[in-house]
């Protein structure tokens, strides 16, 4: 798959068919984390794989949208080690996952990133923690949900470049871009 194709077709799947998914596959999709830039080279990323339905249900109930968890076959648990990289984790571990989302949709598998971690609040993170002894001083990032597409949504609106582009100053929009 074209790189444009895969940025521009990939979305938020949350429906999924009730098939299995290959351990070489999802292997695959976490191999692409491993590519994703990091701060200063420190790859603070670690990835926990949860199939099991019990725990994926506790984990849909973490918060109002980790609810495709309930139905996926699978989940991607996106942690950072927070003393490799204590100011720069939340960065280089979301790259990490937008890698894994273009890997998956690449393959054919559909995937949403649900979001764990909170600068004000970590009730939720706690939660997580709790459901899967994830220990200090990881810090739990967000969670995929992974499985084959039961749904097609289809693409949101963008704002236009010209809207969200500056060029030189912040202020200065080209009349043509």
């Not at 976490?30 to 994703?36: D, H, P, Q, V």
């Not at 890698?99 to 939660?127: F, P, Q, R, T």
Request: glycine residues 2%; charged residues 25%; aromatic residues 8%.
């Amino acid at each position: 798959m074209d790189l444009w194709e895969a940025i521009k077709g990939r979305r938020s799947i949350r429906r999924y068919r009730d098939e299995p998914v290959d351990r070489k596959l999802i292997l695959s999709i976490i191999n692409a984390a491993r590519y994703a830039p990091s701060s200063r080279n420190m790859q603070p990323w670690e990835f926990l794989v949860v199939q099991d339905r019990e725990t994926l249900r506790r984990l849909s109930e973490v918060h109002q949208w980790a609810w495709p968890l309930r139905n996926a076959p699978l989940a991607i648990i996106c942690l950072a080690n927070q003393e490799l990289s204590p100011r720069r984790y939340l960065c280089d571990v979301s790259c990490a996952i937008e890698n894994m989302l273009l890997a998956a949709y690449a393959a054919g598998l559909g995937a949403c990133w649900i979001a764990v971690h909170s600068m004000e609040d970590n009730v939720v993170e706690d939660k997580v923690r709790e459901i899967l002894s994830i220990p200090k001083p990881y810090r739990i990032v967000a969670m995929i949900s992974v499985g084959w597409p039961a749904e097609e949504p289809k693409p949101k609106s963008l704002r236009p470049l010209e809207e969200i582009v500056h060029w030189e100053k912040f202020g200065s929009k080209l009349a043509n871009i």
